[in-house]
């Protein structure tokens, strides 16, 4: 820990081992300290923060991931596909709130036509084309292009010209391919999910990246994820944002499984801060791992806590028992208690509004 301390102060990159030594210490509060003082040099004090509605447009999904509780089959009860209709409602509803952004994904429905998805950016942007519709994951962007029987180069460019502004980081899970032969063998592979990005990334498309842990993967394998992300980045310095997703085990079929502990959540953003140097943001998805030890992570190398959200469903159904949404104010008055400055951003972190004290 000497080591890797002497690093951080130096801003020196650090080595697979030291990512492991780091999973592996006891001494949570001492990598929070490291991981603090990475995000004042990358960051500084400012929290960030967004005005945002999640639309989870269908469940429907023939992958069959044994980590997600939302999915269904197309004939089962609990099945759903919105028509567009249904999904301009909800967007107009939160626009009429200052939604700055649409956050949308969902399964990977075997019926759905790719015209279906084109008219929904589309619609979207005729109904307000200032807000960022960040939309579609990398493993559904690599299935629409298999539905159209186009390349993924051409899906993108489509998608973006109705209007699509960004990708979210879902669909990563764990690079390793002996979990995702485990978890989701039925999902884009790894090296398919970082070609999407890199793909996105050349066609001027900024992402996200994510990372779910807490179910069967190693601390290696941890670490080994981390380190692709971040050679990604030193390739394309498309990702906008590293945002570990704390598994949820409820009603899913790894359900027997403990789900992950606070300490673990605590140490997964401090060692995406310190492993990622290349990453100016680390988010902390309040929504998975509640506002408490949300609240906490900003002094654990975060600088970013999400946003309002407005009715999430993917992590509600493997058993959250956070809400499915914040208000402003709220998240204002949470990151001012943790001693940092609310700053209201858009999707791409341009600079909406500073709350002074």
């Not at 949820?248 to 027997?256: A, M, Y």
């Not at 001693?339 to 709350?355: A, C, F, K, Q």
Request: proline share 3%; net charge negative; aromatic share 6%.
């Amino acid at each position: 820990m000497d080591v890797i301390e002497e690093k951080v102060i130096s801003g020196e990159r650090l080595s697979r081992e030291d990512g492991l030594k780091l999973l592996e210490t006891d001494d949570l509060l001492r990598v929070g300290a490291l991981a603090d003082q990475a995000r004042r040099r990358a960051a500084g004090d400012r929290v960030f923060f967004i005005n945002n509605r999640h639309i989870n447009h269908t469940n429907v999904c023939g992958n069959g991931c044994k980590f997600c509780a939302f999915n269904a089959r197309e004939d089962s009860p609990g099945a759903y596909t919105m028509t567009l209709d249904e999904v301009i409602e909800r967007a107009r509803a939160s626009l009429a709130d200052g939604a700055t952004e649409l956050h949308i994904v969902g399964g990977e429905h075997p019926s759905l036509p790719y015209e279906y998805y084109l008219e929904m950016i589309a619609a979207l942007r005729r109904l307000d084309p200032s807000v960022h519709i960040q939309a579609f994951t990398a493993s559904e962007i690599a299935f629409f292009a298999r539905r159209a029987g186009k390349s993924v180069a051409e899906v993108l460019l489509e998608l973006k010209d109705a209007g699509l502004g960004s990708l979210p980081g879902g669909g990563a899970e764990i690079f390793s391919e002996r979990v995702r032969r485990q978890v989701c063998p039925n999902k884009i592979s790894a090296e398919g999910w970082l070609d999407v990005m890199r793909t996105a990334h050349k066609a001027g498309i900024k992402s996200n990246a994510t990372m779910l842990y807490g179910h069967v993967e190693t601390a290696g394998e941890r670490i080994d994820h981390l380190l692709r992300l971040r050679e990604l980045q030193d390739e394309t310095g498309g990702f906008g944002s590293f945002i570990p997703l704390a598994f949820h085990p409820d009603n899913t079929k790894l359900s027997e499984l403990p789900g992950t502990t606070g300490v673990e959540d605590l140490k997964m953003l401090a060692v995406g801060r310190l492993m990622l140097d290349n990453f100016v943001n680390i988010k902390a998805f309040w929504i998975m791992l509640g506002i408490k030890v949300a609240q906490i992570s900003m002094h654990f190398g975060v600088n970013d806590i999400d946003g309002t959200v407005v009715e999430e469903k993917i992590t509600h159904a493997a058993g959250a028992r956070t809400g499915q949404s914040i208000s402003r104010d709220e998240l204002i008055g949470l990151i001012r208690d943790a001693g940092r400055t609310p700053v209201e951003r858009d999707t791409l972190y341009n600079v909406i509004r500073v709350y002074e004290d």
